[in-house]
Structures are given as structure tokens and as C-alpha cells.
């Protein structure tokens, strides 16, 4: 099992920079793809970025591509996401979560444990 506490949300101007955190307990967190979400207001929670197991491996969705950076820190069990030139649609709360899948996946019923997010603003 793994519990997952997100930190590093706040609020930030159009075009400026956050890193979000997700820091993990438990004993699975080295075999656990990680993965960043978020849900705005409204709206359905949906993909930003996966992480494979050793790091190597990331995906995107296309909306954040070529601006937010996913990596992972095993000794440390965190997980961050570095987001850069931020957008007023980038606003909402953001989750991590944890797979036991063994291929990177988007879709949030693939991920069996969640964090109770942290919330981003982005001011226009």
C-alpha cells in the first residue's frame, strides 16, 4: 500500500513557475508508477503527466507538453512536477497517485492509490 500527500500549490502569475510535490509512504513506492492529475471546477479529473518506475520513462498530455516536467526521487520517495510557463487554464487541484500497472497509463482508473491534492491558481 502507499499513502500520498501532495504539497507545493499556490498561487501564481500567467507565464511563472511552480513545483508541485507528491512525497509517498509505504513499501510499494519504488514499484509504483506515479501519476499527476487535476480537476478544475466543474470539470472531470483528467491526465497531466506519468512516471515509470525507475524514471526513465515519462508521458504528457498534450496540453502541458514542452512546459511541465515530471521526475521522481526514489531515495527520497517523491515524486515532483515542475510546471513553467503557466497558463490561467492550468488552474485546479492536482493529485498524484499511484499504479500497480506495469506500463505507463492515462486513464485514472488505473491508479489504485490517490493523495488529497493540492491546489494551483494561475492568475491571468
Known amino acids: 500500500q502507499v499513502q500520498l500527500v501532495e504539497s507545493g500549490g499556490g498561487l501564481v502569475q500567467a507565464g511563472g513557475s511552480l513545483r508541485v510535490s507528491c512525497v509517498a509512504s509505504?513499501?510499494?513506492?519504488?514499484?509504483?508508477?506515479i501519476g499527476w492529475f487535476r480537476q478544475a471546477p466543474g470539470k472531470e479529473r483528467e491526465f497531466v503527466a506519468t512516471?515509470?518506475?525507475?524514471?526513465?520513462?515519462?508521458e504528457y498530455a498534450d496540453s502541458v507538453k514542452g512546459r511541465f516536467t515530471i521526475s521522481r526521487d526514489n531515495a527520497k520517495n517523491t515524486v515532483y512536477l515542475q510546471m513553467n510557463s503557466l497558463k490561467p487554464e492550468d488552474t485546479a487541484v492536482y493529485y498524484c497517485a499511484a499504479s500497480e500497472a506495469i506500463v505507463l497509463l492515462s486513464m485514472p482508473s488505473a491508479y489504485k492509490y490517490w493523495g488529497q491534492g493540492t491546489q494551483v491558481t494561475v492568475s491571468s
Open positions: 512516471i515509470s518506475m525507475s524514471g526513465r520513462s515519462t
Open positions: 509505504g513499501r510499494s513506492f519504488g514499484n509504483s508508477i
